[in-house]
């Protein structure tokens, strides 16, 4: 069992930054991979980046260059650095951990923090 805490989502104009966090219960450097997700107000759930085992990052094209996936492993936290936000980047961003469990991956998920970008 993993738990994972989101924090640090919010209100900003366009054109500002934020920076969620994803905290979790147990060493990170365990997970096969930890993520964020959006879910926008049309209800789909949009992977957005994520960071490998080897600390390796990727992102979707629509958020490419504006955001940035970090990790702190005596934390055991990841961050996403979010610049230049616009209004389509509205949505509750959830933090993802698969985990290698016996011979099956699983993920666990935060419970989302919204993060609003408005005038």
């Known amino acids: 069992q993993v738990q994972l805490v989101d924090t640090g989502g919010g209100l900003v104009q366009p054109g500002g930054s934020l920076r969620p966090s994803c905290t979790a219960s147990k060493s990170i450097t365990s997970f096969v991979t930890m993520g964020w997700y959006r879910r926008e107000s049309t209800n789909q759930l949009e992977w957005c980046a994520v960071i490998t085992h080897g600390g390796n990052p990727k992102y979707i094209d629509a958020v490419e260059g504006r955001f940035t996936i970090s990790r702190d492993t005596v934390k055991n936290t990841i961050y996403l650095q979010m610049n230049s936000l616009n209004p389509e980047d509205t949505a509750v961003y959830f933090c993802?951990?698969?985990?290698?469990?016996?011979?099956?991956?699983?993920?666990?998920w935060g419970q989302g923090t919204q993060v609003t970008v408005s005038s």
């Open positions: 993802d951990a698969n985990v290698l469990e016996d011979v099956e991956n699983r993920d666990y």
